[in-house]
């Protein structure tokens, strides 16, 4: 327990102060130190992922686990045994059965991934050098309409926009799937996805959106209302459709780029799709390949008339960059942002005792943050439980659809026209007007 007791001792020392240059400085005593950069890895690496939350640890477990001699087996076993079985939780509380209470919560908050040290990956980065902790990055894509002229001439891709949530997968080293949100967090218990991806090729990430299956014929925001729920939920997670768009070997996905082309991929994924019977995984096909332009409005006019949310335009021959980029365009009718929820207001009328609206803030062309209110869009449960839980949506980043956003006539500040309640984002933290 060597290495638990050093790290037990770094914790607390990192901790006492607030001290940015002070925990650098902290930090550096431990270059030489390769026991405890493992540890610091298996902490914040955004693709090792254990499977234990707070919730499976007040589980009832009966069978006796594999015993751990050290912090370095047990971290080695989560790294290799990552979907929160019972066997998993019963090895991780045999190896803290003894321990002192502090230990004990040191090894959770390790196991659990959600042990702070007011330290994030760039400042690891900058002292134990570039590349120890590794970015966890999507491609993201900018607006069509502010790029119009930057497809012009080219050859591109046109493909449904799903309103779905963004899901990374990515195979571990002895072949177990997990998928994370644009954000890097896992989504755990995806049972049937689970199984049907073993089938995939494992030395590639694919990207694509969960969006729940049905049959019926269901608004976009109302779909992506309920895909959230099941998402969200604890436990098993079934009737989700993985929609693939993209895939990437591993390796370029750590390095942050792939040069192969647009078209490339999306090929590779349609081939390898096409030869499996996967109920659950769907390759998302290619609705128009050229460099006419007009087929970009056509075809967005055609899937929003069916209610879908619009297209993607992906140029053919362009790379995959994990940031946002141009060669990625969305196409949409109705604008959306993620906003901030700043405070709350009750409603009158119909809407007393209820939510009315909510003031967000949202950034503006010019840089700076503005305020509106948005009062549309909520369903009457959502005025209810937030007008109860007030907590619950103040502080939160939601998502808004809006028509456009202009500047006012009587000052220098910005409105949003139109803005509407689409749903709560706790997959994301920050405002984006993307």
């Known amino acids: 327990m060597k290495t638990l007791a050093r790290f037990a001792d770094f914790y607390q020392k990192i901790n006492a102060t607030s001290s940015r240059l002070a925990k650098e400085a902290i930090l550096a005593e431990y270059r030489a130190d390769d026991a ?5 890895k298996f902490l914040f690496n955004p693709f090792i992922v254990t499977g234990i939350s707070a919730k499976k640890l007040t589980k009832a477990v009966t069978i006796a686990g594999q015993p751990c001699g050290s912090l370095h087996e047990l971290l080695t076993y989560f ?7 019972d066997e998993d939780i019963a090895v991780l509380r045999q190896f803290t059965a003894d321990l002192p209470a502090e230990q004990q919560n040191l090894v959770y908050g390790l196991i659990k991934k959600d042990l702070t040290l007011g330290a994030n990956e760039k400042t690891l980065n900058k002292v134990f050098g570039a590349g120890f902790i590794p970015a966890f990055n999507v491609m993201l894509a900018e607006k069509y309409g502010e790029n119009q002229d ?5 050859k591109f891709i046109i493909t449904e926009k ?3 949530v963004r899901c990374m997968l990515i195979f571990n080293d002895a072949g177990g799937p997990t998928f ?5 967090k896992s989504f755990d218990d995806l049972i049937e996805l689970s199984e049907e991806v073993q089938k995939l090729d494992h030395q590639l990430v694919y990207d694509g959106e969960l969006l729940l299956g049905t049959d019926q014929k269901i608004d976009s925001a109302d779909l992506y209302r309920m895909t959230v729920k099941v998402t969200a939920k604890d436990g098993e997670k079934r009737g989700l459709i993985y929609n693939v768009f993209d895939a990437l070997p591993k390796s370029d996905l750590l390095a942050g780029y792939s040069a ?5 991929r999306k090929a590779m994924v349609s081939k390898q799709l096409k030869k499996l019977t996967l109920p659950h995984v769907k390759n998302v096909p290619i609705l128009y390949s050229g460099t006419d332009v007009k087929q970009i409005d056509t075809i967005c006019d055609e899937y929003t008339n069916m209610g879908r949310e619009g297209v993607m335009v992906n140029l053919a021959d362009a790379p995959y960059e994990c940031k946002r980029t141009k060669n990625l365009l969305k196409v949409k009718r109705f604008n959306a942002a993620d906003v901030r929820v700043l405070d709350w207001e009750e409603g009158a009328g119909a809407n007393q005792g209820k939510l009315g609206a909510v003031t967000v803030e949202f950034i503006a062309p010019d840089g700076k943050h503005y305020q509106c209110k948005v009062g549309s869009g909520f369903a009457k449960e959502e005025r209810e439980y937030f007008f109860a839980n007030p907590s619950a949506i103040v502080g939160h980043i939601i998502e808004i659809g809006y028509f456009e956003l202009s500047k006012n006539q009587n000052d220098d500040g910005y409105s949003l026209r139109f803005p509407t309640f ?3 984002r706790d997959d994301k933290d920050e405002i984006s007007m993307h």
């Open 162 to 164: 799903f309103d779905g």
């Open 79 to 85: 790294q290799a045994h990552n979907t929160g079985r």
């Open 422 to 424: 689409k749903c709560l």
């Open 36 to 40: 405890l950069q493992e540890v610091l």
């Open 150 to 154: 930057y497809v012009a001439g080219k």
């Open 180 to 184: 994370f949100s644009r954000a890097g």
């Open 260 to 264: 192969i082309p647009c078209q490339r």
